[in-house]
């Protein structure tokens, strides 16, 4: 019986099946214990059972008491799929705290929806960017700044933004202000489903220096960078 058991890892892994990973309290740690949190946040806000739940994702109940006590985790697919129905239960509390967000945060902040079309500035937002809120919002950025912002502005949104594609995006832009005088831009822009099918972007926005603008053309090959769910979680 002692060498019949003398491999441990390997009695587990006969006696549990693909219930016990050994790989993710080891390399993925933060992962297994975020997710634990998420579903039961989930199951809670949208009334569900692990039954109900498990029935909307195609899953059986054990695989949802599996990732609720941190046994296994979602497949990449049903973990994003999950992530759509948290951010939808909760669509109308969003509004409330993104305005909240564009009243009170620090740095200079809008709110673009489809189309790339302006909905809504913090009020430090037109002397960061040198421009004329009343001129801008509820229009669209193309054509207010000049064939560069508008090539840029294409860029981003074809990363996925409105999309749900992409966790964050960084653009960087040039254009000049109200007063002709040239400017850098640095917009960092994080995507949030807002109805199920209306993604806006918050992009933060900062002044930056000419040789901020050149190095970040350098390191990332161009003015828009994006990171995908895919690879925050790999």
Not at 132 to 140: A, C, D, F, S, Y
């Amino acid at each position: 019986m002692t060498d019949r058991f003398r491999d441990r890892e390997h009695w587990k892994a006969d006696a549990y099946g693909n219930v016990w990973r050994p790989d993710l309290p080891m390399n993925r740690p933060a992962e297994a214990r975020r997710w634990p949190n998420l579903i039961k946040q989930l199951r809670r806000r949208a009334g569900l059972s692990q039954v109900a739940l498990a029935e909307e994702l195609g899953v059986r109940q054990a695989s949802v008491s599996r990732w609720e006590n941190g046994h296994d985790l979602p497949s990449l697919q049903l973990r994003r799929r999950m992530r759509t129905m948290l951010q939808t239960s909760n669509a109308s509390c969003l509004k409330q705290q993104l305005q909240i967000r564009m009243t009170y945060a620090p740095s200079p902040m809008s709110i673009v929806g489809p189309g790339a079309r302006f909905l809504d500035f913090s009020r430090s937002f037109a002397a960061e960017t040198g421009t004329i809120i009343e001129r801008l919002k509820g229009h669209r950025i193309y054509g207010q700044f000049g064939e560069t912002v508008d090539v840029t502005t294409e860029k981003w949104e074809k990363s996925g933004i409105f999309s749900g594609d992409v966790a964050f995006t960084l653009t960087v832009l040039t254009f000049e202000d109200a007063a002709g005088q040239s400017i850098h831009l640095k917009n960092f822009d994080t995507p949030h489903l807002i109805d199920d099918d209306e993604i806006v972007t918050i992009c933060e926005t900062r002044r930056i220096e000419k040789t901020a603008y050149d190095e970040h053309i350098l390191t990332y090959g161009g003015p828009v960078f994006s990171l995908s769910y895919e690879d925050l979680e790999s």
